[in-house]
């Protein structure tokens, strides 16, 4: 039984890493797991895909050309993580990207502090 909140996430790669015969007992090894076979979590879609086939990355694709997605770790104290989560949004919205997930505060694991992670990628 992996341990932690049941996000969307995780419930998904739960699910697929039984159908595909994975066993885990850490959330971060069953991502990395996933990640080396060639799965990428679409937090639009709430699902995980497969990654190209070519490129096996969410930031190039078949062409090597760049995908435009982004991927950020926001680092603050507890109390200012809305307002600086709020700030990084949107700048990247100003500066031509969309957001398109934003995680919940997880506690840093050593130390005051929270980090969220933020996805998105270039407007077309």
């Known amino acids: 039984m992996i341990e932690g909140r049941r996000t969307a996430k995780l419930t998904a790669a739960i699910e697929l890493a039984y ?11 069953l991502y990395q797991t996933l990640a080396e076979l060639g799965y990428n979590w679409d937090g639009k879609s709430k699902t995980w895909s497969e990654n190209n086939p070519w490129t096996g990355s969410a930031f190039e694709d078949a062409h090597n050309r760049p995908t435009g997605h982004i991927k950020l770790r926001l680092m603050t104290h507890p109390d200012e993580q809305e307002e600086f989560k ?39």
């Open 19 to 29: 159908q595909l015969g994975i066993t885990s007992s850490h959330r971060e090894a």
């Open 86 to 124: 709020n700030r990084v949004c949107q700048a990247l919205n100003k500066h031509g990207f969309r957001i398109t997930e934003i995680s919940d505060p997880y506690p840093n694991r050593r130390g005051i502090g929270v980090r969220t992670y933020i996805t998105g990628e270039e407007k077309l």
